[in-house]
């Protein structure tokens, strides 16, 4: 099987810009999550979408966003870019009730 | 709210040596764990995970994990390091039902030839 694809892998927006990233889940997987990876910060979970409904939230302001279409695929946004907002942002997939395994990436740089 | 405590920062091993990673969880029953690999920008590849039953667990590319409930632990081992396995280390935990993974800030390992 294909692992789990992200797209774009490198982005440059400036500040007060939104972004919108992508996630394509293993096939068959349903459940879908999104980190973000700072250096400060480390690895921190943002949400987890399972058949097009957000189960769980972490602990983000309302500037990020996300959202499952009915084919598991996953997208998230973030409106009103900060400089902080600088980081990777990983996407992970899973069968329910299994381990999740990881997409490599988006690598967002605001300026 | 479950915690995961990396206490090495950064790890130095000659090649050929054996390695041992700490990882210490804070949670008030037994949660999922796992440890992570992470090479310099890439995703995030599972090394091994522990669930329930045997507390020693045998993962990928001679990795093994022992989970000691008394001392809230679950530390990695191998044997021989390779130079190959110089990259970053996180553990992390999930809450049953929580569908999240709580991480550990990460050891990073270099690897003397």
């Known amino acids: 099987k294909a692992g789990v694809t992200q797209t774009p892998r490198y982005l440059i927006k400036t500040r007060g810009q939104q972004v919108t990233l992508s996630c394509s889940p293993i096939?068959?997987?349903?459940?879908v999550s999104w980190y973000q990876q700072t250096p400060g910060q480390g690895l921190q979970f943002l949400f987890e979408?399972?058949?097009?409904?957000?189960?769980n939230k972490g602990n983000f302001p309302g500037r990020f966003s996300g959202r499952q279409f009915s084919n598991s695929r996953s997208e998230m946004n973030v409106s009103t870019l900060e400089l902080g907002d600088s980081a990777l942002y990983l996407c992970?997939?899973?069968?329910?009730?299994?381990?999740?395994?990881f997409g490599p990436g988006t690598r967002l740089l605001v300026l | 709210a479950q915690s995961v405590t990396q206490p090495d920062i950064h790890i130095t091993v000659s090649e050929g040596a054996s390695l041992e990673l700490r990882c210490n969880y804070s949670?008030?029953?037994?949660?999922?764990l796992f440890w992570y690999v992470q090479s310099p920008g890439q995703g995030l590849q599972l090394l091994l995970k522990?669930?329930?039953?045997?507390?020693l667990v045998q993962g990928i590319k001679g990795f093994e994990a022992e989970f000691k409930r008394s001392q809230s632990s679950f530390n990695l081992r191998k044997p021989s390091v390779h130079w190959s396995d110089a990259a970053e280390y996180f553990c992390?935990?999930?809450?049953?039902?929580?569908?999240?993974?709580?991480f550990g800030k990460g050891t990073k390992l270099s690897v003397i030839p």
């Open positions: 992390a935990v999930e809450a049953a039902g929580s569908y999240q993974l709580t």
């Open positions: 979408y399972f058949s097009e409904t957000q189960r």
């Open positions: 949670y008030g029953a037994t949660p999922y």
């Open positions: 522990y669930f329930s039953g045997d507390t």
């Open positions: 096939s068959g997987h349903r459940s």
């Open positions: 992970a997939s899973r069968p329910e009730q299994e381990t999740q395994y």
